[in-house]
């Protein structure tokens, strides 16, 4: 009749979703996938995407190489209108690259250009980067690379044919054949800069690293518009576009670069806003910033800004993004993001040591102390070799400059043990160090200090004391038929001055990836009391990083250090150099390099020049952001210069 009746049927909702089999890809990786197809527990079930889901986890397995991969979906009832999502894979067998052939190349060898990809055969580092596992993915994006390797090289209508991916007889592993033609080399004919330059045109023409008749590539074209594009922003014109334009002559193979500029509104920046700093004063980082607010927008100064705050040892992931101010076409706020990490150290140790006993101790150190920059430290450690209490501040903007200022006040007490026979002598120790750090330039800074350090040495044991320890104490002989021997004693006022300077071109400060690093220092005991001794100290300490491609860095480092007294003295022996150790020389005990005490073989005696050289590679963070791992070779050694003649011979000791 007249009535239309429409009966519906309510589609269930998704109850419970379990995946089985899988064990090359956890749950927690594969459900996201079926998250991206609105496949979760409590929303509505949709029996037609059973299809998709089968074909999106295949392709997530694919792309780790297991082609063989099996997955199948079935839902099964459940109470109140619900189902129950049962996903089960079969994994199958890891498809490896077996060959790879490129056919067509006459400008470049096969391994040269198979070098342009991540997917190899079975290697010794496959195991571990898995770059022998097909995928399809993992193909396209080697393809893309070849192309980029050939348009950085002049071949511009280079393209590639067609791609073969064949199973072996045992369907384990894949051939690849790759087709290609290279066509002809390209050079670069012309090039010149047009549009509104601001006046610039001059300088920006510095800035193009080719010439006429180079070959043309692409990646140097693109870089160039870049470095033309953030020139021009150094000077407030954020907004200011370059556009290369390339025109081909395809008759004679040449190719002419217009590098067209698009003028911009010179931008000011209103606001620079910080986030992420749940802990750190606002001050802190402000103070680090080179790009001002209310002055014109420059991209040397933002990168420069961000560097600084990269710096700082409890930050990092630092990330900055210039935002339009709406309604304003000259004017940009910057967002700094970064992310706040725990640099303070809170220590306790207790262990034992062949070199120093039973030991205890602990310690604190905190460079952001109260979210204000500043740093504080204090610690002490016990042995039954020696003792030290330390304790450090240091404000880095002790003035508004960038002056800073520190101090470090420390007792120690190094005591003779038979039983590990590193010392023949009881050594107590005091004194306070203040420092300041004037900023020279953005990278360079000029340290000057003064300190004093008491010194007494007492209870010197001459039979096993190094020859020249008791000549610098005045000792020189013993009778070891005696029942006693003398006891010699020193006791020593210093008052110091430092000096050092450094420059620091690294990246950041957590895990340096890349840059430079110097330091130089000089320390002078001057002679102004009669218990002060004249001596001096020199170091220079560098450091380099160097990324090499893949994500592994070449580390090169080195320690160069000498000391001699003033006048006819020598350097004090409580100031040799020592080397050894996990901080200097790996797999040798600490403190054992150099000359070796004659007649305690078990002690080295330290000495007034050291060298500590070392390579270190290191490798991707593959297994957490806060570990790096690295092969190191590192070689060192502690020199005595000229060498004490009583420390070569090994003469009798009696009266």
Known sequence: GSELIVRVKERPTIGLIRISGNKAIPTKKLKPVLKSLNIVEGQV?????????????????????????????????????????????????????????????????????????????????????????????????????????????????????????????????????????????????????????????????????????????????IDTNKVLGNYLANFGYAFAKVNAVPSVDDQRHLVNITFQVTPGARVYVRRINFFGNMRTNQVVLRREMRQLEGAAYSLAEVQRSKQRLQLLPYLSDVKVTPQPVPGKLNEVDLNFHAKEVAAGRASIQGGYSDYYGFLYGASISEPNFLGTGKYVSLGFQNSE?????????????????????????????????????????????????????????????????????????????????????????????????????????????????????????????????????????????????????????????????????AGFIVNLLGTVAYGNGLGKNPLPFYKNFYAGGINSVPAFAPNSLGPINRYNQDAAIGGNLELVFGVHLIFPNFISQKLRTAIVLDAGNVFQVPRFPGDIAVPARLN
């Open 45 to 221: 079930y949709d029996p037609t995407k059973i299809n998709e889901i089968t074909q999106g986890l295949q392709a997530q397995y694919g792309k780790l190489g297991y082609h063989a991969a099996v997955v199948t979906a079935r839902a099964a009832k459940e109470p109140r209108n619900r189902v129950a999502l049962y996903i089960n894979v079969n994994e199958g067998t890891i498809v490896k690259v077996h060959s790879i052939r490129i056919v067509g190349n006459h400008a470049f060898s096969a391994r040269k250009l198979r070098h342009q990809f991540k997917l190899t055969t079975p290697g010794i580092l496959t195991w571990i980067n898995h770059h022998d596992r097909y995928s399809k993915a993992k193909l396209d994006e080697d393809l893309a690379s070849l192309t980029n390797f050939y348009l950085n090289h002049g071949y511009l209508r280079f393209r590639i044919i067609s791609q073969q991916v064949t199973m072996t007889p045992n369907h384990s592993g894949v051939n690849i054949v790759i087709h290609i033609y290279e066509g002809p080399l390209y050079h670069i004919a012309h090039f010149e800069i047009v549009g509104n330059t601001y006046s610039k045109k001059k300088e920006m023409y510095r800035f193009i690293p080719f010439k006429a008749g180079d070959i043309f590539s692409r990646q140097q074209i």
């Open 385 to 549: 070799y020696y003792d030290n209490y330390n304790f450090s501040y240091n404000n880095p903007y002790y003035t508004a400059s960038g002056v800073s200022r520190g101090f470090t006040v420390y007792y120690s007490h190094v005591k003779p043990n038979p039983e590990y026979n590193l010392q023949s002598y009881l050594l107590d120790g005091y004194g306070i160090d203040v420092n300041y750090g004037i900023p020279l330039s953005e990278r360079n800074t000029l340290a000057l200090g003064y300190g004093f350090e008491h010194v007494a040495i007492s209870k010197v044991n001459p039979l096993i004391a190094a020859p020249s320890t008791l000549a610098f104490l005045g000792i020189n002989t013993c009778n070891p038929a005696k029942t006693t021997c003398p006891l010699g004693a020193g006791t020593y006022n210093q008052f110091k001055l430092t000096a050092g300077w450094s420059y620091n071109g690294l990246d950041r400060y957590i895990f340096p990836t890349q840059g430079f690093y110097n330091g130089l220092g000089l320390e002078i005991g001057a002679p102004v009391v009669k218990s002060s001794i004249g001596y001096f100290t020199a170091s220079d300490t560098a450091r380099f990083y160097q990324p090499i491609g």
